[in-house]
């Protein structure tokens, strides 16, 4: 297999864009991406989404975007796989440089939920369970987090406050994130005042519905260091999945994809949790934030909010975690958020993370999530020194 | 690369299949294949499906059908490339084992169509092409290719029996099939008088609105040449895109996506149009069958409808195309019709195809198209002897 980096990012503002459709929002991350990568001859597309057939009735994003960016004739496809679309993505064009068939490939992500009723955006999310044996019974998606949560608190007498920080700190973060959804500060009392969702799970620790577009180029480990004097290497591209529902589970408490993947992801980077700087996990809600910490081997079962309390996931911690604020601040546009996740990540290992920077930020680990962890995508970024 | 080869089909019949739901169908699928290459060990699962959001409420195909076939814990995600998707899940499949990533892949599709009333099916079936400038505008995706049909009738002053007579071959040729959703012979006469859909296209013109489900087994060719006697290598596989609406193109009477594409799969396999003996082309209506005869290099432009009438391209004919009766006649359940035109031609490649059997059949060539040429998927398969 041919070493593979990334050489390009490109990305919009994350928010509520009414004023653009998601074509152009495409275009624009796209060719910001291909600018900073200083080329324009892309072999092959991947455009992680996952609702745009219920939400803007539209399928065939693969072609239809090439032809948007400029680029009718490359391959390209629509890759879905829930709220994991964006790293699954990734991994498509991974092994598309990786095999040798394409040399330049845009591993991109797009999701437009803003501009429908949020019912609409509520029933097409909830497409990421298994809708005929779970979601006709009458739980939402956010119900189905809320029994993870209670079982958590339960099992291992955590208190909510302890879950409900990492939401605390995730807008702590996004303050210095230009291109973050929220950037303001909640306090922990905000949090937990905030309106229930589905009990416990409040308004403020569920990640928003957004609008957003973001674009990763990718080529060989070998053009890449001609092209840029920060080429950054995919040390790790892995994809695990697990059955849908979490009824169907031995254990509601750890994803298994996670750990799956996390371990294949680890055995081909040759690292080790030890050796992670900065960490992207997929915190659709502040228990799937605390349940990645465990499961990718940050902290043993039941203790991912004590890393939280403790300040080790804060920038300037031990395991700097979410930086930029991750999906409740930075923003969650579903099929493009496995890839901010990376471009977030990539924005620490070049040095170009503003405030929040992390010192010395040399290997990354992003974990994207599909559904209550049907799917995890798991890549391992590296400075290319 | 590592040279990639198939080592087991699975499928459903095509037809009505009210009984039996979406993962129904992909389970039977996908068993037959595991059972016919005689393995059990699966690393990943691409699964090409277009409409599952808005026909069946559910995405996240991937993951839960992983899950369905006894495998959780592989990696897997759907491949969306409209009517091309079971092609393009094909290609994903091809470059993953031909990367060194995985060893064992599944390259399946399935559509779930009948269980919905026909103008949401027609709606979704539109998604296939640009909702926000074209089908708003009031043009079904039936009537864009009436569109093209007319110009060429035209431009090359050839009748519309000439084109419709591809109806009626695919027809003849399904009579021998098994799993063909349509297996009895029709006349000219009927196609010409059946109703008209959209002038000048008539209901027997076009491919049946249908259910199916179909997985090949990818695994290398060293693998391959231990497990079976008959492995088919994969010699070639290309995607290339269009502009998505025939108004944005240069020329409306050749899909550039499939001279792309079958350029670079010619050059990929060292082949030429005249190395092929079994030919599958995208016949969603007629005359997409007779633009492929001619973009693939099986005829000069103009001439497609010549090579039908001339007896070319029947089971005993110089071309042997869609010998099971092709989209058409065999049926067209979306997201699986790449992968049955695949087990068409492997099942020619094998010598396992019955009274339709072409003698000698060395190499095949299968052209699975998205919309109206947006996406094309070209694979080269042959025996490997």
């Given amino acids: 297999m041919r070493e593979v980096a990334i050489v390009g990012i490109g990305y919009t503002k994350i928010g509520e864009l009414w004023e653009r459709s998601l074509r152009d929002l495409f275009v624009e991350a796209s060719l910001r991406a291909l600018e900073d990568a200083g080329i324009d001859d892309v072999d092959a597309l991947y455009v992680g989404n996952m609702m745009s057939g219920t939400l803007q009735e539209q399928e065939h994003l693969g072609a239809l975007l090439a032809g948007y960016i400029g680029h009718p004739g490359i391959a390209a496809a629509k890759i879905e796989a829930a709220c994991a679309s964006g790293g699954v993505s990734l991994h498509q064009a991974y092994m598309a440089v990786a095999s040798g068939l394409y040399d330049v490939v845009l591993a991109g992500g797009v999701e437009k939920m803003t501009d429908r009723l949020t019912p609409d955006v509520t029933f097409s999310l909830a497409m990421a369970d298994d809708m005929e044996y779970t979601i006709y019974s009458g739980v939402t998606f956010v119900g189905l987090n809320a029994l993870v949560y209670r079982l958590y608190m339960h099992k291992y007498g955590v208190k909510?406050?302890?879950?409900?920080?990492?939401?605390?700190?995730?807008?702590?973060?996004?303050?210095?994130?230009?291109?973050?959804?929220?950037?303001?500060?909640?306090?922990?009392?905000?949090?937990?005042?905030?309106?229930?969702?589905?009990?416990?799970?409040?308004?403020?620790?569920?990640?928003?519905?957004?609008?957003?577009?973001?674009?990763?180029?990718?080529?060989?480990?070998?053009?890449?260091?001609?092209?840029?004097?920060?080429?950054?290497?995919?040390?790790?591209?892995?994809?695990?999945?697990?059955?849908?529902?979490?009824?169907?589970?031995?254990?509601?408490?750890?994803?298994?994809?996670?750990?799956?993947?996390?371990?294949?992801?680890?055995?081909?980077?040759?690292?080790?949790?030890?050796?992670?700087?900065v960490l992207e996990v997929h915190d659709a809600f502040t228990i799937l934030g605390i349940l990645a910490l465990e499961d990718l081997g940050f902290a043993e079962r039941g203790r991912g909010a004590v890393l939280v309390k403790e300040g080790e996931i804060a920038p300037d911690g031990r395991v700097p975690t979410n930086t930029m604020g991750g999906l409740k601040a930075r923003g969650h546009p579903v099929g493009a958020t496995g890839i901010y996740q990376a471009i977030d990540a990539i924005l620490q290992l070049r040095g170009d993370a503003g405030k929040n920077q992390v010192p010395n930020a040399e290997n990354a680990l992003l974990q994207s999530t599909g559904g209550v962890g049907g799917t995890v995508a798991i890549h391992i970024l590296s400075r290319a020194d």
Same sequence: chains 1, 2.
Avoid at 166 to 178: D, G, R, W, Y
């Fill in 160 to 277: 909510q406050e302890d879950i409900a920080n990492f939401a605390v700190l995730m807008h702590e973060n996004a303050v210095n994130t230009p291109h973050a959804r929220f950037r303001r500060r909640v306090k922990l009392e905000d949090v937990l005042r905030s309106p229930l969702i589905a009990d416990p799970i409040h308004l403020l620790e569920c990640a928003p519905i957004s609008d957003g577009a973001a674009v990763l180029v990718l080529t060989t480990l070998e053009r890449a260091k001609k092209l840029t004097d920060t080429p950054i290497v995919i040390r790790a591209s892995a994809v695990a999945t697990d059955y849908l529902s979490i009824y169907e589970r031995d254990d509601m408490l750890s994803l298994r994809a996670t750990v799956l993947a996390s371990r294949k992801a680890y055995k081909q980077a040759k690292l080790e949790p030890k050796d992670i700087n």
